[in-house]
Antibody, heavy 118, light 111 residues
Framework: QITLKESGPTLVKTTQTLTLTCTFS??????????VGWIRQPPGKALEWLAL???????RYSPSLKSRLTITKDTSTNQVVLTMTNMDPVDTATYFC??????????WGQGTLVTVSS | QSALTQPRSVSGSPGQSVTISCTGT?????????VSWYQQHPGKAPKLMIY???KRPSGVPDRFSGSKSGNTASLTISGLQAEDEADYYC???????????FGTGTKVTVL
């Protein structure tokens, strides 16, 4: 059974750096073709893809946010970490991590709401 | 990269069929057969319903089907049921640089 769970601060201040951790089980991020990534959803708005890291450490970022994002993995602890710098109130959203198989998001975490306030 | 365009809402009575469109460009929907659809109930995580335009994951009812023509993909729900009331999002691969683009989302209401 594949599960993913996001963790991190619920409240960050403007200009601070956000660090989110995705802890997963039921699969290995060493398996060919597997990736773990992040998608966010502002309250009442649509989903937005942010970043993805593959089993071979290949990394992909949303072009519009690339300068602010870093994604890393720790295969030994089954964790993927996303950092986003220079947070702004418009970054207030629920952040989901997801298991990517080939070209689709097969499994999702429950999401974690991050509020950015000055 | 702009979001894929979906109708804001669609509705239907129980037993009827509804179709949700997802319009992109030749750089995303039209360029790849990598369109997926996700169902999201309020306060919940999205759930994969369709992948690779037409394929259904195990456990998804066959009432859900996908198709694509040109730059527009579609999700059809046949035999609408009360539990189908949710938000639906399409997603398309858009190449190695842009990677993934989600749709604007559609609220399905069962009358």
């Amino acid at each position: 059974q594949i599960t993913l769970k996001e963790s991190g601060p619920t409240l960050v201040k403007t200009t601070q750096t956000l660090t989110l951790t995705c802890t997963f089980s039921g699969f290995s991020l060493s398996t060919n073709g597997v990736g773990v990534g992040w998608i966010r959803q502002p309250p009442g708005k649509a989903l937005e893809w942010l970043a993805l890291i593959y089993w071979d450490d290949d990394k992909r970022y949303s072009p519009s946010l690339k300068s602010r994002l870093t994604i890393t993995k720790d295969t030994s602890t089954n964790q993927v970490v996303l950092t986003m710098t220079n947070m702004d109130p418009v970054d207030t959203a629920t952040y989901f991590c997801g298991h990517r198989k080939y070209d689709f998001w097969a499994y999702w975490g429950q999401g974690t709401l991050v509020t950015v306030s000055s | 990269q702009s979001a894929l365009t979906q109708p804001r809402s669609v509705s239907g009575s129980p037993g009827q069929s509804v179709t949700i469109s997802c319009t992109g460009t030749s750089s995303d929907v039209g360029g790849y057969n990598y369109v997926s659809w996700y169902q999201q109930h309020p306060g919940k995580a999205p759930k994969l319903m369709i992948y690779d335009v037409t394929k259904r994951p195990s456990g998804v009812p066959d009432r859900f089907s996908g198709s694509k023509s040109g730059n527009t993909a579609s999700l059809t729900i046949s035999g609408l049921q009360a539990e189908d009331e949710a938000d639906y999002y399409c997603c398309s691969y858009a190449g190695s640089y842009t990677f993934d683009v989600f749709g604007t989302g559609t609220k399905v209401t069962v009358l």
